[in-house]
């Protein structure tokens, strides 16, 4: 049987790896439950481990948000008008999954989800992601992203709600059908994950009260420090590698993954 602590572990390191790629991390959240037969640590160890993810993105893009800060502070002697477009984009694409989740809490709020349901979720949107990539022209890059195109990024990102679509695809989905090249629409979608992890972590946050005693402050601990260390590198990983590995091999895995539920 394994450990409280090895299962805080695994959860966690499948949490970040899987938060930034273009794959869904409630499919992958499955396996220990399946595999071991494994609890559910509840709530408060989902806020420790996309706190840690949160932690990672935003210790990555440091630099670019430093920058963003700059451009939108009132009082700022000169503001960079393309990193202040750029905040407004993000703002603007943040604006829909808000609404969803509004919408939608109750269902957020039940935390379940039927296999079958997150197996058809992974094989309807890895071909959608499939169509956006083969056919996308990537000419345009953040610079030349509109108000407009951040609305259908962030339409695309809303459909993530839904478990198995995954947040990051949807996003990077979005931006590859308004044209933007793929390594710029991967850094608009990590960038996006900000202020949408951010709001998910207040609103979870919000929702409960929590008692905990030192053995669960040891399994968020790790909880957090593991999903933190994994994300950070999967970003750094990704970003370089995207352009020369493309979306095919995950949309490959994400119909085998589809599939493979489905046979379950």
């Not at 439950?33 to 408060?44: P, T, W």
């Not at 709020?109 to 022209?137: D, H, M, T, V, Y």
């Not at 009260?209 to 970003?235: H, K, N, P, R």
């Not at 990983?237 to 095919?248: K, N």
Request: net charge neutral.
């Amino acid at each position: 049987m394994i450990t409280d602590f090895l299962l805080a572990l695994l959860l966690a390191c499948i949490q970040g790896l899987t938060e930034f790629l273009p794959v869904s991390s409630s499919a992958h959240l499955l396996f220990p439950s399946l595999l071991f037969g494994a609890k559910d640590f509840g709530l408060v160890f989902d806020i420790a481990v996309h706190g840690g993810t949160l932690a990672a993105v935003i210790v990555y893009f440091k630099n670019d948000l430093m920058r963003l800060a700059q451009a939108w502070w009132p009082w700022a002697n000169h503001r960079n008008q393309k990193d202040f477009n750029l905040g407004l984009n993000l703002i603007v694409a943040t604006m829909p999954i808000v609404l969803m989740g509004l919408i939608f809490s109750d269902l957020i709020a039940e935390r379940s989800a039927s296999i079958e349901s997150i197996a058809w979720a992974n094989l309807i949107f890895a071909g959608l992601l499939w169509l956006a990539f083969k056919f996308s022209p990537q000419t345009k890059n953040l610079l030349g992203l509109t108000v407009l195109a951040a609305v259908v990024i962030g339409c695309l990102q809303a459909l993530a709600i839904f478990p198995g679509a995954s947040r990051s695809g949807m996003a990077i989905t979005g931006a590859l059908l308004i044209g933007l090249n793929l390594k710029d629409s991967s850094k608009f979608a990590f960038l996006l994950s900000i202020p949408t992890i951010l709001g998910a972590l207040i609103l979870m946050v919000l929702k409960d009260s929590f008692v905990l005693t030192v053995d669960d402050l040891m399994i968020l601990l790790t909880g957090f420090m593991g999903s933190a260390v994994i994300a950070f590198l999967t970003i750094k990983v990704f970003l370089q590698f995207v352009e020369r590995i493309g979306m095919t091999p995950f949309v490959i895995y994400r119909l085998l993954l589809g599939l493979a539920l489905l046979l379950l």
